[in-house]
């Protein structure tokens, strides 16, 4: 069997200013710093110490994953849709809340959507046109891995657009996401955020995973010195397209468990289906989720 460390870029150290402090973070270095291992989860203001516990994670997970069965014959029976976007830092953990929500559903009937970069064909249509292709028909389940919001942080952080792209993009995104609720589609937007260091901590063990070792993109690297770029990116997005028929859900993702059981009990709580077990579900926990760019404050 071949080496797949082989086939892996090396990647020079990144000097970066952190806490006001200037770091050295060398992701090939097989040692996690430190500073990185004994901060990362408290990193970003998280409000918990101690990560969920595994066996109280798969207790939960299974009973939310029985509810989200009963949506799905529900979406057949009424021919209702669902489509939820799933955004957030890099390494926030969108792959594999993603995946806790759909790993039991009929994928005949429910589809994650991951697009690559644009062809030229759909760099010439409009922006939202080879999005709304994916969109779900009747009885449909649809869950976006990065979606249009790609033009309110990536790509104007890394240059990809142009300024007059993205202001025009701040301007029709309110309306168009107006139309997807106003023609009956339940609608979630979500935003998982991370600790700087819990999203350096996350680099690192991908590189050093030779089954997740894809996930680490020489994007991912290129942004490592961006991080306040995509704040700011992050804060106005949040800001100017949070409203009241299409709200941002805004995750603290630092703990990957507690991030996913309260994203499905948001979606199972906004959903009015047959057989509903509402004790099952549980309460949402409004430490990890809250609505809108205030619930970073």
């Not at 080496?3 to 050295?24: C, F, M, T, W, Y």
């Not at 935003?191 to 991912?220: A, C, E, N, T, Y």
Request: net charge positive; glycine share 6%; with cysteine.
């Amino acid at each position: 069997m071949g080496d797949i460390s082989i086939a892996v870029a090396k990647n020079a150290p990144v000097e970066l200013e952190i806490d006001g402090k200037r770091r050295v973070f060398d992701v090939d270095d097989p040692k996690l710093p430190d500073w990185i291992e004994d901060e990362a989860l408290a990193s970003g203001g998280f409000p918990y110490d101690k990560k969920l516990k595994g066996e109280e994670f798969d207790r939960d997970l299974e009973k939310l994953q029985i509810e989200l069965v009963k949506v799905q014959f529900w979406l057949q029976a009424k021919g209702k849709r669902v489509l939820a976007l799933f955004e957030g830092r890099d390494a926030a953990g969108k792959g594999g809340t993603i995946y806790a929500t759909h790993s039991y559903m009929n994928p005949r009937s429910s589809r994650v959507v991951a697009l690559t970069k644009p062809t030229e064909t759909e760099s010439g249509q409009w922006y939202y046109q080879r999005y709304i292709t994916h969109f779900p028909t009747k009885g449909e389940f649809v869950m976006f891995d990065r979606s249009w919001y790609n033009r309110a942080g990536v790509e104007p952080v890394m240059g990809f657009c142009t300024p007059e792209q993205y202001e025009t993009f701040f301007r029709q995104t309110p309306r168009f996401e107006e139309l997807i609720v106003d023609d009956g589609i339940f609608f979630f937007k979500f935003w998982l955020d991370i600790g700087r260091k819990m999203q350096l901590k996350r680099f690192h063990d991908r590189r050093h995973d030779l089954l997740k070792v894809w996930k680490l993109s020489p994007m991912d690297i290129a942004a490592l010195d961006k991080w306040d770029d995509y704040s700011k990116k992050r804060d106005r997005m949040l800001k100017e397209t949070h409203s009241k028929d299409a709200p941002w859900t805004v995750v603290l993702a630092n703990d990957k468990r507690r991030a996913r059981l309260n994203v499905i009990r948001h979606i199972l709580n906004a959903l009015d289906y047959d057989g509903k077990d509402k004790e099952a579900i549980g309460k949402i926990d409004d430490r990890i989720l809250g609505s809108g760019r205030d619930f970073l404050k």
